[in-house]
């Protein structure tokens, strides 16, 4: 029998040449972000940190209750200028040697690492992320500095682990022409995006890894059977994603779709085997939510925490309204429909503009004309993706509830993002329109557009078509790049 280390290499050997070096990109790709992107500049970064240290320190999760950061935190925060250029792209980082001297010894300076127990807009949080971040927090010694920069390369795993994952979906959903798997996979190892948020500190870079864990599970019960052990392995995943971060709602729900027709399926064979498999995931996956419910309970607590006012913002009162908000967010507005957005195209302005680049403070961005070129590009990819599926329309049929699940995690997302905003924008009177990262849990679904982009574009050119879009999105990633270190060193 082999020691355990032999095992792990073994496993390892399994994997292909091309999965390992689609990981190894996004964990590089990651880790320059990482370090291009000054200190707490990452978006809410310094709300994720300090519930890293409620954790560490206290052993406690963080308070709703708003009260300062720890002493140390806060005067590293004053060493950084952090508040002179958040949301101020005139604002650079600091450069001089008398500014890096007096950070130095503020990193240094020993004051206590406990604060008020407030962790900002990631209080409200589960706490799984955050729990993990807890090995680099205290690896870092007493330089809050050197925490933070550990933290951010556990962020960068994710990312590599979300490559890994998008490939072997793609070679799972898409096998035909497996190098074109390959090479969409490295297409999302290098989405800027992607690299942005895994190189801070940010519990989306989770989210983004169990999503495509999630995605290849489902790809695997469609082919291969909705197996007792691969109801545990969804199952365990689900519970992972209401773990990590509340977002995993808008998930959840087509994958809930997604075990109803799997079990549906299923039952044909063995009506049995298919109920067992699917009360396994469901259980396993709802455990966390229940939990939760009952240690609230017992706290005297609203029930489902900030979610419990979920059934009233849904009430037919409002429900027409969300509705109506939420289309108009991806969609032309309709007649009859309140106008919510004057002036402005969100499907275009926020969705799209935004996805072609918006970093830090969401204060980051490329000229319009950028825009525009990246406009013409994703059209051309939707037509050649168009392309195949007209080509394959015969074969769709017989693949209609596996696609049907993928839209229902679609809808499920955007319907979350829509009526959360509606809740922020229109009842709180905070601006909230929706961040393109939100959309990064839907990854692998961006990847099987690229493979069928590239096998429409036919045997002969879909060479060429691929290595075009490996040459756009490493420019897409280096430019990005060079747009922060301008937006702070600049």
Known sequence: MGTPSHGTLAVLRRVPTAARVCAVIALLNACVWSLLTPPFQGKDEVDHFAYVAQLAETGTLPSTKPGPYSPQETLLLRGLHYYEM???????????????????ADANAGRSTRGSGYAGVASPEPPLYYALQVVPYFLGGG??????????????????????????????????????ASVSALCIALQPLLGSISGSVNPEAMLYAVSAAVFLCLARAFRRGFTRR????????????????????GVALGVYVGLV?????????????????????????????????????????STFGIASGIPGALSPRLLFKEISYTWQMYLPRLPGMPRYFLGIAPYREVWFDRSVGLYGWMETTFPGWVDNVALAIAVAVAVLCGRELVARRGSLGARLPELGVYAAIVFGVLALIGFSSYHTDVVVHELALGESRYLL??????????????????????????AAMVILFIGHDIFSQLQVIARYYG
Not at 282 to 301: C, D
Not at 446 to 452: F, I, M, Q, S, Y
């Open 230 to 249: 691969l109801s545990v392995v969804l199952g365990i995943l689900i519970a992972a994603g209401f773990l990590t971060k509340l977002n995993f709602v």
């Open 86 to 104: 958040r949301f101020s792209p005139a604002a650079s980082a600091i450069g001089s040697d008398a500014e890096q001297r007096i950070l130095t």
């Open 143 to 180: 330089n809050m500095l050197a925490k933070l920069q550990l933290m951010r390369l556990l962020s960068a795993l994710f990312a590599a682990l979300t490559a890994l994952l998008v490939f072997f979906f793609l070679r799972e959903l898409l096998p035909g022409v497996p190098w074109a």
């Open 261 to 301: 027709v799997l079990t549906v399926r299923e039952a044909r064979v063995n009506r049995r085997k298919a109920l067992g498999s699917l009360a396994t995931a469901g259980g396993i996956g709802a455990a966390p939510v229940l939990l939760y419910a009952l240690v609230n309970m017992l706290s005297h607590h």
């Open 441 to 466: 849990p839907m990854l692998p679904l961006l990847g099987a557009v690229l493979v069928l982009a590239m096998r429409g574009a036919g045997r002969r050119w879909a060479p060429v078509v691929g």
